[in-house]
């Protein structure tokens, strides 16, 4: 197996071990219970907990926040490393769920890889697919797991199809199933010619395996019933004359999924899937930044922050910035150049995850993803080096869909309030504007459960009770350009005008007609609805 193209040098070997990735899909399609199975199998814990189980049992461990547990959705995206066979992986969980796309956006940047999972009943839904189209500009490669196949599925090639035409891209079987819902045995491996049975008495025992000499293996009549054997190999038949073979230049390249089909709850197809990441899946890769690229095996380290997580102990009121570390072995201790302060910054206590324990990490290489705590210090998109002034480019922000003013409900608790928004903000989890009249603050999400999320946890975290009410405004842009017209035009406009936390200039609107006024009359200033968060 190629660990790089042709042309480039071979990865010292810890790097070249390091795979990671996410896992995109739309909510309930199974991911929260794929990671579980991951971490089953990699070792990191005994039994996985099942989301829709009860009491203590539901308390899956990539999901660690209180929200999260009690409605069964992953709300931030955290990060878990482990080791399986030859490889260590780090893998990023994201949020399934559509109004927190920002978080998982950003995430996005942080891996080399994201496997996608589907629902075998439903096929792609809309989120799956806004979140591949993310992917796609980031000719992210991708592996498809088809879940859920113990239940009532769609047709294998209809839902190859599926993803044929409405994503844009060749898919490969790496598997094939042998009957669906209650008929499910199992799967063919075509990588491997191996049929992989499933174990339906204990959902956490790993699928046995039996090596066979094709599908003509006399072996094949023992395991299968006849009427489900002939229709297995009529299918596989046609998929190889009708399907491409796998070719792992085309999936690097983005052009190609691989997908595994299995039963996620049964602990079946995962091995194969994580067998088939670990094999095909790319090693840490050259990272986009200013003034120049960045490339993994480069002995010195870099890395960026892509999310900021506070509150992760509430006993302890800690802030965790997340980081990728983008090259170099970074080793316990270190001091690092942030970048954004110009400040030297030691790293001494790093953390290390798997899912919500946490281990101080000694040290970590290229492609690993570290917590580093801080009182504040890291933003999203904050560089950290050994030196040079470098700037981690692609990372997002966006311009919030929905505004609401808010106030804490104990007035004498105003201070307090600020204390918990700017945290919030920081960590990426909303907007925080400013109005330059009035006093309060309009806080901007881009889904509305996230305001629920965040009245809950400055609830739980801060003890304050807050009131989210409608702001007359509908839409946020953020506005640059030449120094003195952009003073003039605020001026004018003092009643739209904001600053967002990093004391950048927003401009708030009620109508579309307000955009268009501005870019008809003011041609030099521009208005723009993502900001790069950089340093």
Not at 411 to 437: S, V, Y
Request: aromatic share 8%.
């Amino acid at each position: 197996m190629l660990d790089r193209a042709d042309n480039q040098p071979a990865l010292p070997p810890e790097i070249g071990r390091r795979r990671t990735f996410a896992i995109i899909s739309h909510p309930d399609a199974g991911k929260t219970t794929l990671t579980e199975k991951f971490l089953l199998y990699g070792g990191a814990i005994q039994m996985a907990g099942q989301v829709r189980a009860k009491g203590e049992a539901r308390r899956t461990r990539s999901d660690f926040m209180k929200m999260e547990q009690d409605r069964g959705i992953s709300v931030s995206a955290s990060a878990m490393s482990f080791e399986f066979d030859r490889w260590w992986f780090n893998l990023v969980d994201t949020p399934g769920h559509s109004d927190f796309s920002e978080d998982t956006y950003r995430t996005l940047t942080a891996v080399d890889a994201a496997i996608m999972v589907i629902d075998g009943a439903k096929g792609v839904e809309s989120q799956t697919r806004k979140l591949f189209e993310v992917c796609r500009l980031r000719d992210l490669p991708i592996l498809t797991f088809c879940n859920k196949m113990d239940r009532e599925s769609r047709d294998t090639f209809e839902i190859i199809d599926e993803i044929q035409e409405m994503l844009a891209l060749d898919v490969a079987p790496a598997s094939w199933p042998i009957g669906m819902g209650r008929e499910f045995l199992g799967c063919y491996d075509m990588i491997n010619d191996r049929l992989e049975l499933m174990d339906r008495a204990d959902r956490n025992v790993k699928a046995a395996s039996i090596e066979m000499k094709g599908l003509d293996d006399p072996r094949l009549d023992e395991k299968i019933p006849a009427h489900l054997l002939e229709k297995l190999r009529e299918e596989v038949e046609m998929a190889r004359e009708l399907l491409p073979r796998f070719d792992e230049q085309a999936f690097r390249d983005g052009a190609m999924t691989p997908i595994w089909f299995g039963s996620a709850i049964n602990s079946f197809g995962v091995r194969e899937l994580m067998a088939g990441i670990g094999n095909y899946g790319p090693p840490p890769q050259v990272r986009p930044a200013e003034p120049r690229q960045v490339s993994a095996d480069e002995t010195k380290v870099s890395g960026f922050v892509f999310k900021v997580q506070a509150n992760m102990d509430p006993k302890h009121r800690d802030r965790v910035a997340f980081l990728r570390i983008c090259s170099g072995h970074f080793t316990r201790g270190m001091k690092l150049h942030h970048v954004r302060s110009k400040k030297p910054m030691a790293v001494s206590n790093p953390v290390m995850f798997l899912a919500a324990e946490r281990e101080i990490a000694e040290d970590a290489w290229a492609g690993d993803i570290i917590g580093i705590p801080n009182h504040g210090q890291l933003r999203i998109g904050d560089a950290l080096t050994e030196g040079e002034a470098l700037r981690f480019t692609g990372i997002p922000s966006f311009a919030p869909e929905l505004l609401q003013s808010v106030r804490a409900a104990d007035p004498m608790k105003a201070k307090h309030l600020d204390k918990a928004l700017t945290q919030f903000a920081e960590e990426g989890a909303a907007k925080l504007f400013k109005p330059m009249i009035g006093s309060g603050w309009i806080v901007g999400v881009v889904g509305a459960l996230q305001f629920e999320v965040l009245a809950s946890r400055i609830e739980l975290e801060y003890g304050l009770p807050v009131r989210f009410e409608p702001s007359q405004f509908t839409s946020a842009r953020w506005i640059s350009g030449p120094k003195d017209k952009l003073e003039a035009f605020t001026k004018v406009n003092k009643g739209h005008m904001a600053e967002d936390h990093d004391g950048d200039p927003v401009y708030l609107t009620r109508l579309q007609w307000d955009i268009d006024r501005v870019e008809r009359d003011y041609p030099e200033l521009r208005l723009t609805a993502t900001k790069e968060m950089h340093t």
